[in-house]
């Protein structure tokens, strides 16, 4: 998969941490790109997405405590995470259309929120 996920780590709650997504400038620059997370025993789910243009979506979880941006000289999308708690725990992912409907994923990067 052409995006590698990277920046987890284990932090306490109320911490904060940035994880990066470096992909191909072609991919950067034709597709809207997304973090996803996977919980131990739960469901991969969408936590922000960016199009193109800079347009941010965040699920209810995660607005006001999360930012999603785009560096375009880095063909890079960052997750801002800001006042974590341990439920935000999970293996995150970045990925586009294209590779999630044929279900390619990379291998994420754990964030662990304890104390």
């Known amino acids: 998969v052409q995006l590698q996920a990277s920046g987890g780590g284990l932090v306490q709650p109320g911490g904060s941490l940035r994880l990066s997504c470096v992909t191909s400038?072609?991919?950067?620059?034709?597709?809207?790109i997304g973090w996803y997370r996977q919980a131990p025993g739960k469901r991969r789910e969408l936590v922000a997405s960016?199009?193109?243009?800079?347009?941010?979506n965040y699920a209810d979880s995660v607005k006001g405590r999360f930012t999603i941006s785009r560096d375009n000289a880095k063909s890079t999308v960052y997750l801002q995470m800001n006042i974590l708690k341990p439920e935000d725990t999970a293996v995150y992912y970045c990925?586009?259309?294209?590779?999630?409907?044929?279900?390619?994923w990379g291998q994420g990067t754990l964030v662990t929120v304890s104390s």
């Open positions: 960016i199009t193109t243009r800079g347009g941010a």
């Open positions: 990925n586009i259309g294209m590779f999630i409907s044929r279900d390619i």
């Open positions: 400038e072609s991919i950067f620059s034709h597709n809207t």
